[in-house]
């Protein structure tokens, strides 16, 4: 049953990263489109365009750390 | 360094009759940056008469420059009195040929238009002079779309006469009829699509040929003289439109002074460092006849970086971002400590590391500008990989020390560790920072409020978690939860409820900087794999020893091109977001003096 309790953990850290990747694709997409948009029109938007985009992507750190942190309920091999 | 150039704000007063050479003078001292008169006082001045005529030249010039299109680096030239007779010479030459140019394009224009409609005639191999001439019979000759068979003809008419032959995939037909006959042919012609080509008497085909030969034969000699025209003209040209450039500047500087009947002021910002010499230059030249008063202001003056040469590619994140303020602090130079560690923490290989400074330092050559700034600025960060490559002991994935300073492929806690309390420090930094500048600003009250409270409410959460989390200490509690509350009262009177929204953006921040590991980790576990499925090829050996080399030549090249792009937006993302958001404003304007090269 180990094995099994093992994989659940896996499966677990998994669906935490994929989840949160998912969530930060999304926002992305919308604010990526609407920051081109505006770099269009204004080219000196970049640096700001730049950090609105990015903004997201932390949602996928705190995938990440929880991921971490549900690895970390595996017993030491 | 941490502060822009200090400016003086200066306003030149004098008599018009020294503007001009007052004028000449600042432009190559390259030192004011000017302020346009706006105010009703005064009316603003008039360009020189000259203007119109160099713009006039410009323009000429200009012209030129773009039909022979002339992409050259342009030079000052010493004197200018030689350049006019020569531009007049070298103009009148240009006209002379695009005239004739032109003239002989067209002329070759109409004579291929005639040979293409009489060429498909010359292939029915009939002598031109019986296309016409007749009394009774009507002569129909062109080309049809459908094949034009005599069986049809013959239905419509009895007695007819068809030449036909092929052309360029198109039937060619001579089709003679009897005069009278020519109504009940025209439906049938026009079913087939027939279009007439017309054949001018006298017209000759092999003239036609001989003519357009001679013209093209011109017409190369003529584009050859162009070309050499541009070849040894076109340095001169470049550089005159330079020239000119610069003396429309000064010619139309008036415009932006404020003027009365007889004098002018001059409004603008200078560095400190240089006002006196300047000051001192400025009445020696017009025999003290000028005056020149120092305002004691400081509102919108003029950001100017001054960075030594190695902080200097740094710049160029603060022009992507957004200029300092003139009275805020400039972090250029804590960008430029943070960046490359921060990249080199995430990619941090010695292969990697020295792959792509080779990279970057063959790219610069032949850089300008911005972009020399930016692979410059990353050259020090590929120095940082490399340093941090040897601390987790790594080259190309593989781990070449068998106890690094860190493993950051194994190490997963601790380097989550130090990647939060880097953002910790970090972020109390740019508070910190954020103080300094509210406080110059606006006063140690606002200071208080707006950022001393936030690094109060940090000191209080860490003590609380000390407690609850590592149980370091046993007070922790008690003195947290008072100094996180001091601090949310502190945050709510200087930034109102729009600070305790903002509240759990502190906790989000600093996990953000977690990315320093993460990235780093992604990296390394793609080199990993990419050397475990190379060495399972070389175990193979034979011919299989090419494909793992090819695997490992692919593998490492993504590798590096991703270890790249997210490193250095990630790092940047953290200086944008995380550290320029606890104190930096931007906004600033860059200081431009007049006559420096606008590029």
Not at chain 1, 37 to 55: D, P, Q, R
Not at chain 2, 249 to 272: H, R, S
Not at chain 2, 552 to 565: A, D, R, V
Request: aromatic share 10%.
């Amino acid at each position: 049953m180990v094995e099994l309790n093992l994989g659940l953990i896996a499966i677990g850290a998994g669906i935490a990263i994929a989840g949160t990747a998912f969530a930060a694709a999304i926002a992305e997409k919308e604010i990526g489109s609407a920051a081109v948009g505006a770099m269009a029109e204004k080219e000196e938007l970049f640096g700001k365009a730049l950090i609105l985009t990015v903004i997201p992507e932390t949602l996928v750190i705190f995938g990440l750390v929880v991921a971490i942190m549900i690895l970390g309920l595996a017993p030491a091999p | 360094m941490i502060r822009t150039q200090k400016m003086n704000r200066i306003r030149i007063t004098g008599p018009k009759t020294n503007l001009f050479k007052l004028i000449n003078e600042l432009h190559s001292m390259k030192l004011i940056h000017l302020i346009d008169y706006k105010g009703k006082e005064f009316e603003t001045g008039n360009s020189f008469s000259e203007a119109e005529i160099v713009s006039e030249k410009l323009i000429k010039l200009r012209s030129i420059i773009s039909q022979l299109e002339l992409n050259l680096n342009s030079r000052l030239i010493k004197d200018i009195k030689v350049c006019e007779k020569r531009f007049n010479e070298v103009y009148l030459d240009y006209i002379k040929l695009t005239s004739r140019i032109s003239e002989l394009t067209e002329k070759k224009n109409s004579l291929i238009y005639v040979k293409e409609s009489i060429e498909p005639l010359y292939s029915l191999n009939i002598d031109s002079g019986y296309f016409s001439g007749y009394d009774s019979i009507t002569v129909f000759k062109g080309t049809v779309k459908k094949p034009l068979l005599e069986k049809k003809i013959s239905a419509a008419v009895k007695e007819f006469e068809l030449i036909s032959s092929k052309y360029n995939n198109k039937q060619v037909i001579a089709l003679f009829v009897p005069e009278k006959s020519k109504e009940k042919i025209l439906p049938l012609l026009s079913e087939h699509g027939f279009s007439e080509l017309n054949f001018e008497q006298g017209t000759d085909l092999n003239q036609i040929n001989s003519e357009l030969a001679s013209i093209e034969k011109k017409l190369t000699s003529f584009n050859s003289d162009l070309n050499e025209l541009k070849e040894t003209e076109g340095q001169f040209l470049v550089d005159y439109e330079f020239n000119l450039e610069k003396e429309t500047e000064k010619l139309e500087a008036p415009l932006k002074f404020a003027v009365t009947e007889n004098a002018f002021i001059i409004d603008g910002w200078i560095p400190e460092k240089d006002a006196k010499a300047m000051e001192e230059k400025l009445k020696k030249l017009t025999q003290d006849k000028i005056f020149i008063e120092k305002l004691k202001e400081e509102k919108d003056a003029p950001t100017a970086f001054s960075h030594p040469s190695l902080v200097k590619p740094f710049e160029f994140f603060m022009n992507l971002y957004s200029l300092p303020k003139y009275n805020e602090i400039d972090p250029t130079f804590l960008v430029f400590i943070t960046f490359p560690l921060f990249f080199g923490f995430m990619l941090g290989d010695v292969g990697y590391g020295i792959v792509t400074l080779i990279a970057f330092l063959f790219l610069r050559r032949n850089m300008k500008g911005e972009s020399k700034l930016l692979l410059n600025s990353l050259i020090v960060a590929s120095l940082a990989t490399i340093l941090f490559g040897f601390i987790f002991g790594e080259f190309f994935g593989l781990e070449f020390v068998e106890h690094p300073l860190l493993n950051r492929a194994h190490d997963l806690n601790t380097m989550l560790l130090i990647s939060i309390l880097v953002g910790l420090i970090h972020i109390t930094l740019g508070f910190v920072i954020g103080f300094y500048n509210v406080l110059i600003q606006h006063g140690l009250k606002e200071a208080v409020f707006e950022k001393g409270s936030w690094l109060i409410i940090e000191l209080g959460g860490l003590l609380v978690l000390s407690q609850l989390v590592l149980s370091m200490t046993s007070f922790g509690n008690i003195v947290g939860g008072v100094l996180l509350l001091l601090g949310i009262i502190l945050l709510f009177k200087g930034e109102g409820v729009q600070g305790l929204i903002e509240l759990p953006a502190i906790l989000s921040n600093t996990l953000s900087y977690a990315r320093l590991f993460a990235v780093g980790l992604a990296s390394v576990q793609l080199a990993l794999i990419v050397n475990d499925f190379a060495a399972e090829f070389f175990s193979q050996g034979g011919i299989f020893i090419g494909v793992a080399i090819f695997i490992l030549l692919l593998g490492h090249f993504i590798n590096i091109l991703l270890g790249l792009i997210g490193p250095f937006l990630h790092s940047l993302r953290l200086h944008y977001v995380e550290f320029f958001g606890k104190f930096y404003k931007g906004g600033g304007k860059r200081y431009l003096p007049f006559g420096i090269e606008k590029n």
